[in-house]
């Protein structure tokens, strides 16, 4: 027995559908604080920069502007945000637009700093106005956008499964209750509205091959298409994939029509509009980059990968490209806990292999009837149109393995989702199945706002710590009182090794009103005073800025400070703290001062071990190039060398595998702006022990004497290791370090340090 709703009982639920991810969307944009969702950092200057009428901005990679690589979008989701803001006074936005210069951007750190900019968040607080109160407007307008997404998708659904409508609207709520959908719809951000005009356009090419099944005229459609698509491919690049699929579907209405005006009339009309509504922009990007999609500006501001990712490495790559589309929040550094996204990947598998079956048993009921196929042709070709090139181009070329960058294709996705968990189920679990898996979705979608985001920007409590007797006073040079007191600190552990982790607890006491945002760092300084692990943030885990700050307030920090894996050891490390000015660093940090005038103070000091390994190899290390050979030690005869000396660099390597390539390594003094002072190429051991003679899993010890240019300044070099080989023709091959968890990273290791003194 098929489960049924009444049209009543459809459209009421649908309703609700759309209202509860109106307010869950809501909840996501009241909840996190201004630009801290995915880039809106970058998306709002652009919404802002229209609305005061300067018009669209030249990218300029050596002079990016606040937008940075956002103003290479296309700008129709721009224009509309900036329509309903324009109205707003808006020149306050350097009051809240300050962005943390510390921020650990897509990276999940265990002390936090996460937020993208620094807060006032009374400021913030209702009621809104000027940049506050723009910066909601968008983003509520972002929601709208979101509801009529889902609506379309709910209306593909029933094209794809006409005989199950409930799986439509189990479907679109899945949509509706990905967290991360919820969180991009509730942010400055052209997602929104590209996914929305997506799912309307596919929307209408389906409509477009049912009219010619129907032998009805397509025509009032096709123009609905063309006007949709334009739009869609002004908003974002990654619509553009819809052309040939409005191709496709016009060729199969016209074909079972017999009505070939509909392919060679209706198509070129397509074209057309589209071209009228969006040419202009692509015609842009032509005259100023020579690039219709302007993807050289983009990338050139948005950096890339050293070399192109292999499908093995984006392979590697596949968990964080599923955290961030089930959800990844903030700047991609606020995840949820692994087991979500443990159940929701499995999930995910299971609905690959469910969709397998449910394709299988209607290929077997339907046989190979296009009529009943083209629907779901459509929304698989779709998905793989968004997905393939991501993985293939431009993922492979950027460090953009996003799983919301598919959202182009998010309707699509969520259908088959949800049809692959419960279609290949009995008619009666099906329901059910696809029941449990929107309920679990949406309570995942109503707690994260609460339980994972608006904790992460959350002001640190009030110490009451009192003065222990041993406080450290800082102040400006240019104040006579001190400005920031260090009441207590603890320091653990007492003893550690390369690779792990030093903790640091302080609470602090702001003692006078400050005018500037100051720093407060932690260095791990080695007896060459050679810095094995930093830490830098503002106060609060990055969240407040100095001058915020009143008078009396006392606040504690934790700081998980890293210890470099190639940090020398053994050593003695001190602990050294200090404040200093960010903005001033453009010209030479100004750091503040102790009551006897020493700009830093040590805490303690921590002995650094050597890791150890079974053959008791000096500094022992992992680093694996290619799978082919691994850099497993190192020890230098001196970590203090003068300009024209020699010095000596021994390496300590172990092969992963029979080599058929003779490979060189190449040691490098490394300066600023990576220009190399001392360099030494040879395979190993001088050439005498090539790595086409390793046995596999042997140690062999490599030694290399490298001198340091003459002309070399005063200074602190990193050394720098890399292995390659090289073609008949020159070609240099580099071999990339492969990651435990098989992904492919740099060609390079920064093994260490090196002073060079005059």
């Known amino acids: 027995m098929n489960f049924a709703l009444t049209p009543t009982t459809e459209k009421r639920l649908l309703i609700v559908l759309l209202a509860t991810f109106a ?118 307008l972002s929601v709208i956008f979101g509801m009529v997404a889902i609506y379309f998708t709910y209306r593909i659904g029933l094209e794809i499964f006409p005989q199950r409508r409930w799986l439509a609207l189990a479907g679109a709520a899945v949509m509706a209750f990905t967290p991360m959908f919820a969180f991009i719809s509730g942010a400055v951000n052209n997602d929104s509205l590209s996914v929305m005009l997506a799912a309307a356009a596919l929307w209408i090419m389906m409509t477009i091959v049912r009219k010619g099944e129907d032998k009805v005229p397509t025509l009032r459609f096709s123009v609905a298409l063309g006007i949709t698509l334009g739009l869609a491919v002004l908003t974002k690049t990654s619509t553009l994939g819809l052309f040939g699929l409005a191709g496709i579907s016009l060729a199969y209405a016209a074909w079972k029509s017999k009505r070939w005006q509909t392919l060679f009339v209706e198509g070129p009309l397509i074209i057309v509009l589209a071209t009228v509504i969006a040419g202009w922009w692509y015609y842009r990007n032509i005259q100023l980059y020579g690039d219709p999609l302007g993807l050289s500006a983009f990338i050139a501001i948005l ?87 991501l993985a293939l181009s431009w993922a492979r070329v950027t460090w953009s393995s996003q ?41 995942l979608t109503f707690l994260s706002p609460f339980v994972w985001i608006a904790p992460s920007y959350a002001l640190p409590s009030p110490s009451v710590e009192t003065d222990s007797g041993h406080s450290i006073d800082f102040k400006d040079k240019s104040s006579s009182h001190p400005l920031m007191r260090l009441l207590s600190y603890q320091v653990s552990p007492s003893a550690t090794n390369p690779g792990r982790e030093v903790v640091v607890k302080a609470t602090w006491e702001s003692l006078g009103q400050m005018d500037r945002d100051w720093s407060i760092f932690i260095h791990l300084e080695d007896s060459a005073n ?27 920090d934790t700081y998980v400070i890293p210890i470099s894996a190639t940090a020398y050891a053994p050593e003695n490390l001190s602990v050294r703290v200090g404040l200093y000015d960010y903005a001033s660093c453009v010209t030479g940090c100004k750091r503040m001062q102790t009551e006897d005038g ?85 395979w190993p051991q001088d050439g005498e022990l090539p790595t086409s003679t390793w046995i596999p899993n042997s140690l062999v010890e490599d030694s290399y004497t490298l001198t340091v240019n003459p002309d070399t300044p005063a200074g602190v070099y990193d050394l720098q290791v890399v292995v390659y080989s090289t073609d008949n023709d020159g070609t240099i091959n580099k071999l990339q370090l492969v990651t435990q968890d098989n992904r492919l990273v740099d060609d390079f290791v920064l093994l260490t340090k090196l002073r060079v003194i005059p």
């Open 303 to 389: 950096g890339q990968r050293a070399r192109p990712a292999s499908l093995t490495q984006l392979w590697g790559e596949r968990f964080g490209f599923m955290q961030s589309y089930w959800g990844l929040f903030g700047g991609v550094n606020i995840p949820m806990p692994d087991w979500v996204y443990t159940i929701l990947n499995c999930l995910a598998v299971i609905s690959v292999i469910g969709i397998i079956l449910a394709l299988a048993l209607r290929l077997r009921h339907d046989g190979l009837s296009l009529s009943k196929w083209m629907p779901a042709l459509l929304s698989l070709f779709w998905i793989a149109g968004v997905v393939l090139p």
């Open 598 to 682: 020493k700009d830093s103070v040590v805490l303690d000091t921590i002995l650094l071990n050597p890791n150890t390994d079974a053959n008791d190899t000096p500094n022992p290390v992992h680093f694996d190039f290619g799978g082919e050979l691994a850099l497993v030690g190192y020890k230098l005869d001196t970590r203090t060398v003068s300009a024209g000396n020699p010095f000596t660099v021994d390496l300590y390597w172990r092969g992963l595998a029979k080599m058929s390539q003779n490979y060189t390594v190449s040691i490098q003094l490394l300066g600023p702006e990576t220009r190399i002072f001392a360099q030494k190429d040879s």
């Open 530 to 556: 050679f810095i094995a692990g930093q830490r830098d943030m503002y106060p609060g885990q990055g969240l407040i800025a100095t001058s915020d700050i009143d008078p009396g307030f006392k606040w504690s």
């Open 403 to 443: 799983g919301r960058l598919v959202f182009a294709a998010i309707s699509c996705i969520s259908l088959w989702f949800t049809a692959g968990l419960s279609e290949p189920l009995p008619n009666r679990l099906a329901p059910i199945m696809a029941g449990s898996i929107v309920g679990g979705m949406a309570i």
């Open 23 to 140: 307010v869950a969307a809501a909840i996501y944009s009241v909840l996190t604080p201004l630009f801290e969702m995915s880039d809106e950092l970058w998306h709002y200057p652009m919404v802002k920069t229209l609305a005061d009428g300067n018009g669209l901005p030249i990218q300029d990679p050596a002079h990016p502007g606040p937008w940075k690589q956002e103003g290479s979008q296309p700008p129709l989701y721009y224009y509309l945000a900036a329509a309903a803001t324009t109205w707003i006074d808006t020149c306050d936005v350097g009051e809240v637009l300050r962005p943390n210069p510390h921020v650990d951007n897509g990276i999940i750190t265990p002390d936090g700093n996460n937020n993208l900019v620094v807060h006032n968040y009374k400021r913030e607080a209702w009621p809104w106005y000027g940049t506050v109160l723009a910066v909601h407007l968008a983003r509520f």
